[in-house]
């Protein structure tokens, strides 16, 4: 219920901040731009750079919901993990593979979290 909560929350928050662009069709937050924003030290923005991370990691386990034995994104993340942590295990994706920081953020988001949490076989 709370993971719900937050997730509203930080999609409110994405179509109120400026971070987003919205006057821009073809915009998309790229690598660099998470790694900036989960980088900054203002707390606001770690705060945006979270809620993308969550709201990414959300959309993807829906996404992959569908009752489909043969996932799109095959990644097992353990049901404790925090937000703080998936932030972490992004900025160590990106720090490991600076080739791809150009790249859209949600699909690295993606590759991240299957990368640190594969599915056992």
């Known amino acids: 219920m709370i993971k719900k909560l937050i997730t509203v929350i930080v999609l409110l928050i994405l ?17 660099n731009d998470l790694k900036e924003y989960c980088e900054s030290p203002e707390p606001q923005t770690r705060v945006f750079c979270i809620g993308y991370i969550v709201g990414v990691s959300d959309g993807i386990d829906w996404f992959d919901g ?3 034995d043969d996932p799109v994104f095959p990644s097992c993340p353990p049901t ?19 080739q791809f920081l150009h790249l859209p953020a ?4 993606a590759g991240a979290l299957v990368k640190a949490f594969p599915c056992p076989d």
């Open 15 to 31: 179509f109120m901040s400026p971070m987003t662009h919205a006057d821009n069709p073809d915009f998309y937050l790229t690598g």
């Open 66 to 68: 569908d009752g489909d």
């Open 80 to 98: 404790d993990l925090t937000m703080i942590q998936m932030a972490e295990v992004l900025l160590k994706y990106l720090e490991d593979t600076p």
């Open 106 to 109: 949600t699909p690295l988001i």
